[in-house]
């Protein structure tokens, strides 16, 4: 069945490092969608990508979906503590399909 | 706050028994997808629901069980509770072929 990893799954990071996580599906996806989860609280929807190639940026947040729709990142730029949790990158085969989740990066800000 | 809200909150069960969990989604959205997460992992895909049939379903047993009503809520049942279904449960709404789910703040679910 289809299966999304995600390496790291822990990340300790000082504060104003950077913070990279990565994102790899098993098959190609109609578009990838990136959550964030702070603790004690539920996912968040942060941003999709639909395009081969396609790169987001929000602020700090930079997204990218590979060429071959399959990978994935997520890099923060200088990291704050208000971006400690889980980001979860999640996908779908079509638009319509059921979404699957990887297991997460837990990011630690020290500050 | 994303619209969704989900009852109870908390919620204690003795193996062996049956829970139902609630959901109410977005105005207008129609379809729900319900996640089982376990303490430090990711969401895991129990099923999804669209326009009241279920028209996806992830690998857990047929004691999941769900439904969706016309008025937007959902709700999932399970039956004969074993401990490992001790989890957050999360239903998420959204707009058939929308991308953005949006998630309700869950139900712990503990079973003793």
């Known amino acids: 069945g289809q299966q999304v990893m995600q390496i790291p799954q822990y990340q300790h990071v000082q504060e104003g490092e950077d913070f990279t996580t990565y994102c790899n599906s098993s098959?190609?996806?109609?578009?990838i969608q990136w959550y964030k989860q702070r603790p004690g609280g539920h996912p968040v929807f942060l941003i999709q990508?639909?395009?081969?190639?396609e790169v987001k940026k929000q602020k700090r947040l930079t997204f990218q979906f590979g060429e071959a729709k399959k990978n994935s990142s997520l890099h923060i730029t200088a990291t704050q503590t208000t971006d400690v949790g889980t980001y979860f990158c999640?996908?779908?085969?079509?638009?319509?399909?059921?979404?699957?989740f990887g297991p997460g990066t837990s990011l630690s800000v020290i500050p | 706050e994303t619209g969704v809200t989900q009852s109870p909150t908390h919620l204690i069960k003795t193996r062996g028994q049956q829970v139902t969990l609630r959901c109410s989604s977005q105005?207008?959205?129609?379809?729900v997808s319900w996640y089982q997460q376990a303490l430090g992992q990711g969401p895991q895909f129990i099923f999804q629901y669209y326009r009241e049939e279920e028209n996806g379903r992830g690998n857990f047993p047929p004691r999941f069980s769900g439904l969706q009503f016309p008025n937007y809520s959902s709700e999932l049942n399970v039956n004969a509770l074993e401990l490992d279904d001790s989890a957050l449960y999360l239903c998420a709404s959204r707009l058939a072929g929308g991308l953005e789910q949006y998630f309700g703040p869950g139900t712990r679910l503990t079973v003793t």
């Open positions: 098959t190609t996806l109609s578009n």
């Open positions: 999640a996908g779908q085969k079509t638009s319509y399909d059921k979404v699957i």
């Open positions: 105005s207008g959205h129609n379809t």
């Open positions: 990508l639909v395009k081969s190639g």
